[in-house]
């Protein structure tokens, strides 16, 4: 998610960006057993649409807390994404919890997001 919303931003303007994030579980039989998966997310992969990318562990937060922002230097149309990776554990008929090996990555959708520049006015009062 974007903000501000509506899909515009402005020029040197912080824009913040976040995602959701929260865990799941998943249960499965497998050779007639019960498998239970725990699923979350471990990193995020921030496309900002100029060029510029940033990795971190946190999904951000919406407005006033700012954690995942970007300056925008140029006008014009760019396509914002994250890519989430995930991490799970998993474990047999309720037994102790494994990690699962490796992890996965799901791009994200970009969201298109216009920069624009405001323009200053001089008003005068009387």
Request: charge should be neutral; hydrophobic fraction near 35%; charged fraction near 20%.
């Amino acid at each position: 998610m974007v903000q501000p919303p509506d899909g515009r931003t402005l020029v040197n303007f912080a824009t913040n960006f976040y995602t959701e994030n929260a865990p799941f579980t998943r249960t499965i039989t497998l050779l007639g057993q019960r498998v239970d998966l725990r699923i979350r997310a471990s990193g995020f992969g921030w496309r900002f649409g100029d060029g510029e990318r940033l990795a971190t562990s946190s999904p951000g937060s919406p407005y006033p807390r700012l954690e995942i922002t970007h300056s925008y230097q140029d006008s014009g149309a760019v396509r914002a994404a994250v890519d989430t990776t995930y991490s799970a554990d998993w474990r047999v008929d309720g037994g102790g919890w494994q990690p699962v090996a490796g992890t996965v990555t799901i791009a994200g959708a970009p969201v298109a997001l216009d920069v624009v520049e405001a323009s200053p006015t001089l008003v005068g009062y009387r």
